[in-house]
T-cell receptor
Framework: NAGVTQTPKFRVLKTGQSMTLLCAQD?????MYWYRQDPGMGLRLIHY???????AKGEVPDGYNVSRLKKQNFLLGLESAAPSQTSVYFC???????????FGDGTRLSIL | LAKTTQPISMDSYEGQEVNITCSHN???????ITWYQQFPSQGPRFIIQ???TKVTNEVASLFIPADRKSSTLSLPRVSLSDTAVYYC????????????FGTGTRLQVFP
């Protein structure tokens, strides 16, 4: 049972490039989330999904897009990467109300 | 919007009990209180969750007073491997946009 798997683990981009981060969970969870964590700070919610085919904005959604075409996958896209998006990105999932979130080990993204 | 306040850092020695208090004055009726642990280069890991009174599991206890405006995570007999950042989280899972992690408490355990 892998839990929450994020790919890639590391990536370096140039300003203006695009990329997609993949999150996959094998726990049949309904809810999935994307967070970013900057040095010395807590996690900030970017986007989330409460089920297949649905997405919603979190605290810091600007510059990102997401898709949840399959229940087990949640994709985070950067259409035109900016240096301010250099961060560690975490994906999480949960079964639902009152249930704890299960996190992946993160994707470290650097944008030059 | 329930916001939490925790100490920025705490120090302890191996074998001691550590209590980390979180303030959440604006907690709503349907909010749960959840604590996570995060090691460097890893995602947060669930420790314990509660709604009121006391909850205990194999790694920690969570004390919640009647007014629920604060909570205390208690780690019994800490070891060096408990050195990590601990986050207090307040909210209802299905209202995810209202979940705020905050900056957490950095616990350093010394030998």
């Amino acid at each position: 049972n892998a839990g929450v798997t994020q790919t890639p683990k590391f990536r370096v981009l140039k300003t203006g490039q695009s990329m997609t981060l993949l999150c996959a969970q094998d726990m049949n969870h309904e809810y999935m989330y994307w967070y970013r964590q900057d040095p010395g700070m807590g996690l900030r919610l970017i986007h989330y999904s409460v089920g297949e085919g649905t997405t919603a904005k979190g605290e810091v959604p600007d510059g990102y897009n997401v898709s949840r075409l399959k229940k087990q996958n949640f994709l985070l896209g950067l259409e035109s990467a900016a240096p301010s998006q250099t961060s560690v990105y975490f994906c999480a999932s949960t079964a639902g109300r009152g249930q704890p979130q299960h996190f992946g080990d993160g994707t470290r993204l650097s944008i030059l | 919007l329930a916001k939490t306040t925790q100490p920025i850092s705490m120090d302890s020695y191996e074998g001691q009990e550590v209590n980390i208090t979180c303030s959440h004055n604006n907690i709503a009726t349907n909010d749960y209180i959840t604590w996570y642990q995060q090691f460097p280069s890893q995602g947060p890991r669930f420790i314990i969750q509660g709604y009121k009174t006391k909850v205990t599991n194999e790694v920690a206890s969570l004390f919640i007073p009647a007014d629920r405006k604060s909570s205390t995570l208690s780690l019994p007999r800490v070891s060096l491997s408990d050195t990590a950042v601990y986050y207090c989280l307040v909210g209802v899972i299905y209202n995810t946009d209202k979940l705020i992690f905050g900056t957490g408490t950095r616990l350093q355990v010394f030998p």
